[in-house]
């Protein structure tokens, strides 16, 4: 289509984040629902909400992989910098099968913005569309402006993802280590979990550092080569 031709920004997919490579934990139910809608089987609007590093940006890439396996246009962008592009970033979107934007409260209270997104949902959505949504809060509590807008943000399936139990996290560490093509034993997770910034994201750029290392020194993931690491890390400081 010649709209899609226009588009000013394209979108690179993040090979590792299907839906194959996340980790559900107590999640499922909201995979589930992901997938029914970019397969049209489920809600045209979804919107999932909850803490940073749960993997919110994970699962609107996997969508996008999802669609693409679908021979679906897609698109996704993520809001989260200070700055927002400007808003004709929305010039011809209506058109895509699949629309997934991140962090979508960072356009309240930029009348240019809301206006823009406004007009873009009322296309998107009489064009049968699907749109996923993400944020950190639930769509009432963002300081959007424009009552419509607001309304429409609350329209669809609002779902909040769940934080991972410390056991959780441990087999979302072993799980996303064996994704990334090396082994880390349950034990030497809990030695990492006391030891260093619980959150996810934090454990996540932990495990890239810890791949490298491995490969570096041509060792396994000890609990006293993690020790060596940590240090060095810590000194690094």
Not at 180 to 207: Q, Y
Request: charged share 20%; with cysteine.
């Amino acid at each position: 289509m010649a709209l899609l031709k226009q588009l000013p920004l394209h979108f690179e997919f993040r090979a590792n984040q299907t839906f194959n490579d996340y980790f559900s934990g107590s999640n499922l139910e909201i995979i589930n629902h992901l997938q029914n809608s970019v397969n049209h089987h489920g809600e045209k609007q979804v919107f999932i909400w909850g803490e940073s590093g749960l993997g919110k940006s994970h699962l609107l890439q996997a969508c996008c992989h999802q669609a693409q396996s679908l021979r679906l246009s897609s698109f996704y962008f993520d809001l989260s910098p200070s700055a927002l592009p400007d808003c004709n970033l929305l010039k011809g979107l209506d058109e895509f099968d699949i629309v997934c934007f991140d962090n979508i409260d960072q356009i309240a209270g930029h009348k240019d913005w809301e206006l823009a997104f406004f007009n873009f949902y009322n296309l998107h959505r009489d064009q049968g569309h699907i749109l996923i949504l993400s944020a950190t809060c639930p769509p009432h509590d963002i300081a959007i402006k424009l009552p419509d807008l607001k309304t429409r943000l609350n329209w669809g399936l609002t779902l909040k993802i769940q934080p991972l139990s410390d056991e959780e996290k441990i087999t979302a560490l072993v799980f996303k280590a064996n994704q990334m093509g090396f082994e880390i034993t349950p034990k030497a997770v809990r030695f990492l979990l006391t030891h260093n910034n619980r959150d996810l994201s934090s454990l996540w750029r932990l495990l890239t550092k810890l791949d490298h290392a491995s490969l570096a020194a041509k060792r396994k993931l000890t609990i006293p080569f993690l020790k060596q690491i940590l240090a060095e890390e810590s000194r690094q400081r």
